[in-house]
């Protein structure tokens, strides 16, 4: 069974949300943008906290990976530099993880 990833959300905040969702929808439909504008802030209040620690936590996991590329580019460095040039000019760790390989590849191996 894989892990459940979704936010959490506290019974009490899920039944406000829904209040709140009901409470927006009815604003809408009347086209009262004051009570529109304040229910939103509220669902917004509730929903960023949980937001800003899942962003934490992906940083937290871009970070972990970034490290365990870097300390597998610096064994590899020592064995293989010029493995090593081409791989740190070919992953892209600034936005992502991204291999990029030069279109003209010229793999040389040997026994």
Not at 87 to 104: A, E, H, R
Request: charged content about 30%.
């Amino acid at each position: 069974m894989k892990p459940d990833r979704r936010p959490k959300i506290s019974p009490q905040d899920r039944k406000r949300l829904e209040k709140l969702k009901d409470k927006l929808e009815d604003a809408q439909e009347l086209g009262n943008t004051e009570e529109t504008a304040k229910y939103q802030q509220e669902m917004l209040e509730i929903v960023k906290p949980i937001a800003e620690r899942n962003i934490t936590d992906i940083q937290r996991l871009q970070n972990t990976i970034s490290k365990a590329i870097n300390r597998s580019f610096a064994e590899i460095k020592k064995h293989h530099p010029e493995l090593h040039a081409y791989l740190k000019s070919s992953i892209n760790m600034s936005s992502g993880f991204k291999y990029t390989p030069p279109d003209n590849i010229n793999w040389q191996t040997t026994p």
